[in-house]
């Protein structure tokens, strides 16, 4: 992929000299992943299946090898950039993040920060480790896959916070506020294909693949594109009691300009709100959940017709540390209400799973682990193209992971 | 001169000279508890008073490292006027910074880098942070006395050498509840061990768990 190629490019011709300098760094990780998976066809491949593979993928994969890399501009002033490798779609190299951060050093009890370029929202809180990788297991909830796949901030973000550690407070608060354009093709995904639940996040010049509905026409759409040089925003508030429970507010709008085309691709007008919660309890236990709600709507041009759908989803996670062992389960539900005026109503689908995990930290570098993952959704569309709307999929996954750094 | 005014001159020299010197000096031991009546450590204790105390040894070797990404030691009692490094021990960088006002100051520092000291020329309590590791705390108490102490893993310090005399002792920790030190009036000359109970938040507020990793998101 040639913007890649270009970064890669960059940053090697910079590494000789940061190298030197101690203003290089990177760390990683590689994962294989061998699984029984008993899907019809997954969405990667244009099929209707929620997983990432299905019954006729070899059951030996290399999940993924993700690599960040930070140039240290300055002491405050940082590069950052997000790179994976999926062997699904062939060899391509993916560039998932490239971001400046500014850190500036508290000057009194406010600290604030700003990132600019393209990085993953602040909304997940199960990825929240390296390469974006789940902290509970392998597959996240169909919120946080939707996030890696069809989300990304191209623009600039500010984050205010008041740590209650600096005055002594049980009550910790944080602002976060962000403008960026290239969205304008979110939530595409949701309504034509829905929603899916998988460990890929889509590259920045990449695109997300739609079910198959004419044998042979190859349906995808990119999400991460601009329609109407109108910026979208997002507002966050997070309050934090005592370190151990935290509570984020979040809404987003992209502010897409409907019934107007660029390229071949049309705006999407999606919206939503997010609340999330995490509660550490004493003994290693964790309680998390994310409950989100929102709409997309598109209007395509000329015709006018008007796809309109309104998306949901939540889940509810339990974990427990136990020496270098971590225990998770989840269960969640989702559903999209098609909402236009057209008799199918193609994108009507609703859905629930449950995931059981365990994840073993052998040693800083080395982490092995196993996860059960039953996931039952009814599709309108499915049912009209291939005669049966239901679908439950078994996948048991193991995983070995192998981490880096300098 | 009558032999009688001799006498009273060279018992007044005397007294002046005894005066002048310093009384017998002993140790005082100070036992610390927190409200459960466990052995509370890092309690920092120091001894001020109404008359001039000799200046404190400015020249003893304070240093705060970071290891593991944390501070080590997580509390530190200097005298006014003394300087401390900040070695870094770890791999990777840290950003060491204070916004207290009696010291404020920024040390950004390379994988395994010592710098040139910081020294504290302003009494109060210094917290200092990391900014790229954001939960990394160490608290330095500068205080305005050669005679001072920390409570070790038994709660306990001792104050070497102190000469008789009145002081006002204060007894802080980084978690004390209420702005104040615990104070009271002692005489060295009479007391030389001490209990107290401190009321201390719950620790997550002033002593941040450490975390296995940085994590990006």
Redesign the interface.
């Known amino acids: 992929m040639k913007p890649c190629l270009l970064v890669a490019f960059c940053l090697a011709g910079l590494w000789q000299s940061a190298w030197a300098q ?1 203003r290089l ?1 990177f760390r990683g990780l590689v994962e294989a992943q061998a699984f029984y998976n008993s899907a019809d066809q997954s969405w990667l491949d244009g099929g209707f299946s929620k997983t990432r593979f299905d019954e006729s993928t070899f059951p030996l994969q290399l999940g993924k090898v993700g690599l ?1 890399v930070d140039y ?1 501009l300055t ?2 002033l940082w590069l ?1 950039t ?1 790179s994976t490798y999926y062997l699904d779609d062939g060899l391509d190299a993916e560039l998932i993040e490239t971001y400046f951060v500014y ?7 406010l600290r604030w920060r700003a990132k600019l370029g393209a990085f ?1 929202l ?1 909304l ?1 809180l199960e ?4 390469a ?1 990788s789940s902290r509970f297991g392998i597959t996240p909830s169909v919120i946080n896959s939707w996030i890696g796949e069809d989300l990304r901030t191209i623009g600039a973000e500010v984050s205010l916070e008041w ?4 005055r ?3 009550h910790s608060w944080k602002l976060i506020g962000a403008v960026f354009g290239y969205n304008d093709a979110s939530g595409t995904v949701l309504n034509y294909r829905g929603w899916a639940a998988h460990d890929r996040q889509t590259g920045l010049f990449s695109p997300l693949r739609e079910p198959t509905l004419v044998p042979g026409v190859k349906r995808e759409v990119f999400p991460f594109y601009e329609n109407d040089d109108r910026p979208g925003y997002y507002l966050s508030g997070a309050w934090t009691w ?3 429970f935290e509570l984020q507010l979040f809404h987003y709008d992209n502010l897409a300009e409907t019934g107007h085309a660029r390229g071949g691709q049309i705006g999407w007008r999606t919206w939503f709100q997010q609340v999330s919660a995490e509660w550490r309890l004493p003994h290693g236990w964790l309680l998390a959940a994310q409950a989100m709600r929102g709409n997309t709507r598109a209007v395509a041009p000329v015709v006018l017709s008007v796809c309109d759908s309104d998306f949901e989803s939540v889940y509810f996670l339990i974990n427990k540390e136990f020496d270098q062992h971590s225990f998770s389960a989840r269960v969640e539900g989702f559903a999209v209400d098609d909402e236009d005026q057209t008799p199918s109503n193609m994108g009507e689908e609703s859905g629930r799973s449950l995931m059981l995990s365990w994840q073993y930290a052998y040693s800083p570098r080395w982490r092995v682990g196993a996860e059960w993952l039953l996931l039952d959704s009814e599709r309108e569309e499915r049912r009209i193209v291939t005669g049966d709307g239901d679908e439950l999929i078994h996948q048991l996954l193991f995983n070995v992971q192998y981490r880096f750094q300098n | 001169m009558p032999r009688r005014s001799r006498t009273l001159i060279l018992a007044w020299l005397g007294l002046c000279l005894a005066l002048n010197q310093p009384l017998a000096a002993g140790s005082l031991t100070i036992q610390v508890y927190d409200t459960n009546h466990n052995s509370l450590t890092d309690a920092v204790i120091y001894l001020l008073a109404d008359r001039e105390l000799p200046a404190p040894k400015t020249d003893s070797r304070y240093e705060v490292e970071q290891k593991d990404k944390t501070f080590q030691p997580f509390v530190t009692v200097i005298p006014v006027g003394a300087s401390v490094m900040f070695p870094n021990r770890d791999g990777i960088g840290h950003h060491v910074y204070s916004f207290s006002p009696p010291r404020k100051f920024e040390l950004p520092l390379s994988e395994h880098e010592s710098t040139d000291t910081i020294t504290f020329d302003q009494p109060g309590l210094v917290t200092v942070g990391c900014n790229i590791h954001d939960w990394m705390a160490a608290y330095i108490y500068v205080v305005a006395t050669p005679y001072h102490a920390k409570s070790d893993a038994n709660g306990q310090a001792v104050i070497e050498d102190l000469p008789a005399g009145i002081y006002d002792l204060h007894v802080t920790h980084p978690g004390i509840k209420g702005a104040a030190d615990q104070t009271r009036r002692v005489d060295a000359a009479t007391e030389n061990r001490l209990e107290f109970i401190l009321e201390v938040k719950p620790e997550y507020l002033w002593r941040p768990e450490p975390h296995d990793e940085e994590e990006p998101y």
């Open positions: 101690d760094s960040h240290h002491d405050t950052r997000l850190r500036p050093a508290p000057q009194g009890p993953h602040p997940s990825n929240t480790g390296v974006w740590p209650g550690r600096f002594q407070s049980e005592q370190d151990r």
